[in-house]
Nanobody
Framework: QLQLVESGGGLVQPGGSLRLSCTGSGVLLDRHVVGWFRQAPGKEREAVSCLGTSGGRTNFADSVKGRFTLSRDNAKNTVYLQMDMLKPDDPAVYYC????????????????????WGQGTQVTVSS
């Protein structure tokens, strides 16, 4: 059964860092685009970033560019979202999902093109 599991969320002070993990089971993540999304209370879910397959193309929302990065560990079947310089605007439940599309900085990330979502991990930024 295909499943994605996020982990790594928590409480961090403004300016701090967290690394979120998205681990796959029943699926080899290095063969798929993996997207990250977030949903804050009272807001719609929004795209954060995506990581392509071979070549590792990425795309980031303007709100996180320069602060968030992506990487893979194929041996662990895991994609990481490194979040640095966290801001008060960043708190949300963060989700990863498998994409049935490609990832490129010139192409908007569309949630409808992603399936098999994880359960989410909470990120809180507070002093």
């Amino acid at each position: 059964q295909l499943q994605l599991v996020e982990s790594g969320g928590g409480l961090v002070q403004p300016g701090g860092s967290l690394r979120l993990s998205c681990t796959g089971s029943g699926v080899l993540l290095d063969r798929h685009v993996v997207g990250w999304f977030r949903q804050a209370p009272g807001k719609e879910r929004e795209a954060v970033s995506c990581l392509g397959t071979s070549g590792g193309r990425t795309n980031f929302a303007d709100s996180v560019k320069g602060r968030f990065t992506l990487s893979r560990d194929n041996a662990k079947n895991t994609v990481y979202l490194q979040m640095d310089m966290l801001k008060p605007d960043d708190p949300a439940v963060y989700y990863c999902a498998r994409g049935s599309t490609f990832c490129d900085a010139s192409v908007p990330i569309r949630q409808i093109q992603y399936d098999h979502w994880g359960q989410g991990t909470q990120v809180t930024v507070s002093s």
